[in-house]
């Protein structure tokens, strides 16, 4: 047999000849088709050979259909189309009653066409795995990289698509953990899944009936550019290497936009058709196949992308219908059997899908094991970033730390790679690399997509898509059929260059448009953008002005960013390279916005919502335009109250406007407010500047105050709140935010060395009586033999307030646990002797409860006495000999002083030459 077969689509179809399902075949009593039976009832293989079968000839290396001669009736009557040849033919032949499958034609046939059929689909596997296709194509091959990706249904929004677009999902971005999936495990997962959720159903043939049909199934769902085509290409690399399901014989790959749903074909016909394999077909060889197939647990069939076709019209009718394997049906009756487990139940089966077509469907079809994609770890994106960027990673790198609205943007596979395509080329010419918006970035892509040699000159052809995005945005419609397209009169040759045209830089490509019988933009934010550009460029100023209004819904919410991001001074030059038209009425759109918007934050002057507030500076972040933000944030309101959960965007967008308030304003934090990971860090000590200095004592302010208020529930927050005040040890607005410092310090992990000092110096600061506690199972601290005499000093202050025991560990050794004052005191002796220039000797009077200790030549600065005074203060022995601290010290008066005026009754003994 030849590897690639040519296609026969004309061929007979069996009707009474079944496979029904995976229960077995049922036969009629006709032999209608010249096929001579022995006694047993079994195919004669040498009727087979010499041509009986039906017109199929068989030789060692061909398998084809040959031309059937019609009858005289057959004659008289037209031509029909290709479209009903399959179910014109549904009785053309049927097969008489008998066990076909036994014997020779059981042992040497069927193997014969399953081993063709199986190194076919295996070639074509590898020929899939090798076109996975980037939202830009470089001109050097792309290494995969992990996606994160968990089981579980995520809550989807109901009135819009694509959301983690918005605010509420960039947290993704920043959380610490998130996928839980290895690939290698996927359809154990479903097993498991399968077989818990069966335990609550009553009876125990209804359990192993759920298990039966649900244990083989995977639905991973993920939102567009997400990577759900990556990922199933990746699942098919993983088959073919065995690294996923050695034992797989048969691996069906079924693009969705591939599939004609008017067509009725036999099971074989539709999954190899709209798998794209050329492939002979014959009634009685289908069968043959379909026999052995549907019972074989060793297939593998991944239909990918459900969301690209018309779900309502695929499974339009909600009843089941039974499901004949050789019988000729439209593609939708055979995957509604497939996603209910009512056939090729023993076969793996896998669908993607975006999470609202999925959820769409009838309750019949979701009973499949769910994972979700998250989108890229951080990892993952720097893997990426190195492959695209190459020598400019590092200038990648470190705008995308001062940019967190760009980079919140990364863990999407689809932005993460034009990110770093529109960045790397920025580096690598003189464009202007002060971008501080994502809606920059995607119009600087639009415009290498305006520069190609294949692009559509025409700017009108660019409109024409303007319009489609809106028609959608307005109908709420992200799949476009043929008749959308036609509506806004785009050519088939335009529709053709819109779904994949190559820029003249760096051989990147983009496309704009996916799937050519039922269409959508690429990625749901290019359908956003081009929706917000037909708002700018082409709708009237009093239309314009009535569409302000939905501006704070969540539906509006990404092309309302846009929209403000359109206005930008150097987007609207990219915009009239790529468009060549005048703006309608732009200099009055930008006066409605600066109108509407000042509006909205007097109201807020009134009744105060944080997602209003943070909403208003988001696009005021996005325009970048010094007159109209300075207009807006005059009419900041002094109270501004942070609530819910806060993102490290959000505090970019309000410190932006903040910056321009001219009356002074105060930060108060809500009851149920939370920062998101690592978001004060990095606004704290990567993003802000100096003109953000009176938001950042805000901040501080509040996160000390919080932490008096709720000890437990922000300890990462009260440490970076402490290095922040480390680090302006000498302002004085510092200073005076020190003194709202909690008494009660709760850490919820054991604390780095650094984190202590920078505690340690806020504590010393304020006048108040501490305790700190570690809440957290045996808390070690760990630290080397490095420190100098003042750090040591700072250590064991700390370790004297800890209230819970703990374990020290020094050079990774751990040493007995000090939890008595004279333990602590000498491992303060140990570490300074490594360093000093003396000796530092303590001595111990258990029975008097005193200490001698002796520090000099020991370096000790003034910083360090400081500290060392705050300790002794707090110890609960009196000091009877103080020989030389004083002595040694850069500034001996600070000891002498908070030692005197705090604790003189504690102090005896200091010897005459060492006083003043």
């Not at 026999?291 to 459900?306: M, Y």
């Not at 820029?503 to 953008?529: A, C, P, R």
């Not at 309608?584 to 509407?596: A, G, R, S, Y």
């Amino acid at each position: 047999m030849s590897q690639n077969p040519n296609v026969n689509f004309q061929s007979s179809t069996m009707n009474n000849a079944r496979v029904v399902g995976s229960q077995g075949v049922s036969y009629t009593e006709q032999n209608e088709s010249g096929i001579r039976l022995d006694n047993e009832g079994t195919m004669n293989m040498r009727d087979v050979i010499r041509g009986n079968s039906g017109g199929v000839n068989i030789n060692q290396t061909t398998v084809n259909q040959q031309p059937q001669q019609p009858s005289t009736s057959q004659a008289s009557q037209p031509q029909s189309s290709d479209r009903k040849n399959h179910s014109n033919s549904i009785s053309e032949h049927r097969i008489r009653a008998g066990n076909i499958f036994t014997n020779t034609f059981h042992g040497i046939f069927p193997s014969y066409l399953l081993s063709n059929l199986e190194k076919t689909l295996k070639e074509h596997a590898r020929v899939v795995c090798g076109e996975i296709i980037h939202p830009i194509k470089l001109d050097f091959a792309i290494n995969t990289v992990d996606l994160e990706i968990s089981q579980g249904v995520p809550k989807m929004p109901s009135d819009d698509e694509g959301h983690y677009n918005k605010r509420d999902e960039v947290v993704k971005a920043w959380e610490s953990v998130k996928g839980n999936i290895d690939l290698k495990n996927l359809f154990t997962l479903a097993q498991n899944s399968a077989e818990k959720k069966a335990e609550t159903l009553g009876t125990q043939e209804a359990k192993q009936d759920y298990i039966n049909k649900n244990k083989n199934t995977v639905v991973v769902i993920g939102q567009a550019g997400m990577g759900k085509t990556t990922l199933a290409k990746t699942i098919m690399k993983m088959v073919t290497e065995g690294q996923l399901l050695p034992a797989c014989r048969f691996l069906f790959y079924i693009p969705f936009r591939a599939i004609d749903f008017l067509i009725e074909s036999n099971f074989l016909d539709f999954v190899l058709r709209c798998s794209q394999i050329k492939w002979s077909h014959n009634v009685k060889l289908d069968f043959v196949l379909l026999k052995e197939l549907s019972n074989d647990p060793n297939v593998l069939f991944i239909f990918d992308g459900l969301d690209e076709a018309d779900t309502n019209y695929l499974f339009s009718n909600n009843t089941l219908s039974t499901c004949y394997l050789c019988d000729n049906y439209t593609p939708g009756i055979f995957i509604a059997n497939i996603l209910s487990g009512n056939i090729f139940v023993n076969a793996k089966k896998l669908f993607t899908s975006r999470p609202r077509q999925f959820f769409e469907l009838n309750e019949a079809y979701l009973s499949g094991c769910v994972v979700n994609i998250l989108g890229l770890s951080v990892k993952s994106q720097a893997e990426l970033c190195q492959q695209i960027s190459k020598e400019k990673y590092d200038a990648v790198q470190n705008y995308l730390s001062r940019n967190p609205l760009i980079d919140a943007s990364c863990y999407v596979p689809a932005k993460c790679i034009i990110i770093y395509g529109v960045l790397t080329d920025s580096f690598n010419s003189s464009l202007d690399h002060d971008i501080q918006s994502l809606t920059y970035i995607f119009v600087r892509a639009l415009y290498y997509y305006s520069q190609s040699k294949q692009h559509v000159r025409k700017p009108e052809e660019l409109q024409k898509l303007c319009q489609l995005a809106w028609n959608g945005f307005q109908a709420r419609k992200i799949i476009f059929t043929k008749s959308d397209i036609i509506h806004v009169n785009i050519s088939s040759e335009t529709l053709e260059t819109f779904l994949t045209t190559s820029t003249k830089i760096d051989n990147l490509q983009v496309s704009l448009l996916q799937g050519k019988k039922q269409s959508s933009f690429s990625h749901l934010i290019w359908h956003e953008l081009f929706t917000a550009i037909h708002l700018i460029l082409h709708v009237s100023s009093g239309e314009f002005q009535n569409h302000l209004s939905f501006f704070l819904k969540s539906r509006w919410e990404v092309v309302a960013s846009f929209v403000f991001g359109l206005c930008n001074h150097s987007v609207q030059i990219s915009l009239n390279d790529i468009f060549n038209i005048a703006v309608v009425d732009f200099d009055k759109k930008l006066e409605q916005l600066d109108n509407f918007v000042c509006k909205e934050m007097e109201n807020l002057k009134k009744s105060f919502q944080t997602s209003t507030f943070i909403e208003i500076c988001n696009w005021i972040y996005q325009l970048n335009n010094r007159e109209m933000t300075e207009n807006v944030a005059a009419f900041v309101p002094e109270q501004i109250l942070l609530d819910g959960k806060v993102h490290l965007t959000d505090l970019c967008s309000v410190g932006y406007l903040l910056q321009y308030a001219q009356s002074g304003f105060s930060v108060r934090f809500g009851e149920s407010l939370s920062f998101t990971y690592n978001a004060i860090y990095r606004w704290l000590f990567q993003v802000s500047s100096r003109s953000n200095e009176v938001f950042c004592q805000n901040l501080i302010r509040e996160i000390i105050k919080s932490a008096a208020r709720q000890p437990d529930s922000s300890a990462d927050n009260l440490l970076h709140a402490c290095r922040w005040l480390y680090d302006k040890s000498e302002d004085s607005n510092a200073k005076e935010i020190v003194q709202y410092f909690p008494q009660l310090v709760l850490l919820t992990k054991s604390p780095s060395f650094d984190e202590i000092k920078y505690l340690m110096y806020v504590i010393v600061q304020s006048t108040s009586s501490f305790k700190v506690q570690i809440q957290c199972n045996s808390p070690t601290i760990q630290i080397d033999d490095s420190l100098d005499p003042d750090e040591v000093i700072t250590l064991v202050a700390f370790l004297h307030l800890v209230q819970k025991p703990w374990q020290l560990q020094i050079n990774g050794k751990k040493i007995k646990s000090p939890t008595k004052v004279e333990h602590i005191l000498q491992v303060m002796r140990n570490l300074i002797n490594k360093h000093s220039r003396g000796k530092v000797q303590i001595k111990f009077s258990p029975e008097e409860q005193a200490f001698e200790c002796n520090l000099s030549g020991c370096g000790i600065s003034s910083q360090g006495t400081q500290m060392l005074a705050f300790f002794l203060l707090r110890l609960p022995y009196r000091v009877r000999k103080l020989f030389s601290i004083l002595w040694m010290c850069k500034n001996p008066f600070i000891l002498y002083q908070r030692l005197s005026n705090s604790a003189s009754s504690f102090i005896q003994g200091v010897e005459k030459g060492h006083s003043f």
